[in-house]
């Protein structure tokens, strides 16, 4: 005897995210910051006896909210805040040779200086992108197995052991691409310089970071143990 089938309603609307205030604006806040870093990379300045490009005022500002996001939302969230600041810096620097081609106003003289911000080598371009991806993800990374091995403690030493990494990979990956045929000494140097005050940036910073860490983990009532996730860095949708 053969039985009819129920009929079946509509399909269950499917479940809407939360949308959280505070990681919105750390996400913006960390893109504005990555693509800032590569136009104030032109600037280059001197303190005392040291040689700086202007993007390592701004760069460790990323490392602090990687590590923000990794501490209050987990690995998976900030891998997609980092593939978001790896497309949008793409997209700028692509929109940007787009603008460089277009004919130029017979009155405007700005052409050369123009070209000097936006037209960085497709080397040194390609070097930046792949250097933050593979220094960002390093450093959420090693964030996010951290916490769950200490149980949550001594944020200060993980945020400083996971930019130490971070920022060696990204200049690991940096250096040889953008300025391959330098000496390798002299590679070397600008290397550690590099990676010493970036993390020493970070030190200075600790105290702010901490309030913040403490008063978003308070206002989102969240503390995110990534236990059972992929860090597949490929895995972008799994949030």
Known sequence: MQTENPIQGPPAPRQRVALSVPFVLMAILFNVCLIASNLFETKIFTAG???LTGGVII?????????????????????????SGFAMNFFVVAMAQIVRVLPAAGFWDGG??????????????????????SGSTVNAYIMSRM??????????FRAVVSSVAGETVDSLVFFPIAFWGLAADE?????L?????????????????NIVVKAVKKYEGADT????ISYNPFKIMDI
């Open 49 to 51: 006896m040291l040689t």
């Open 59 to 83: 760069f460790p500002v990323s490392y602090i909210l990687n590590d923000c996001i990794v501490e209050v939302w987990g690995y998976r969230k900030a891998r997609l805040v980092i593939w």
């Open 112 to 133: 050369e200086h123009f070209d000097y911000i936006f037209g960085m080598a497709p080397r040194v371009t390609l070097a930046s992108l792949l250097a933050f991806l």
């Open 147 to 156: 916490k769950v091995a200490s149980h949550g403690r001594r944020f200060s």
């Open 187 to 191: 590679m070397v140097k600008m290397m």
């Open 193 to 209: 310089l590099q990676i010493f005050l970036k993390t020493a940036y970070e030190v200075v910073i600790l105290p702010v970071t």
């Open 225 to 228: 143990f990534d236990t059972s």
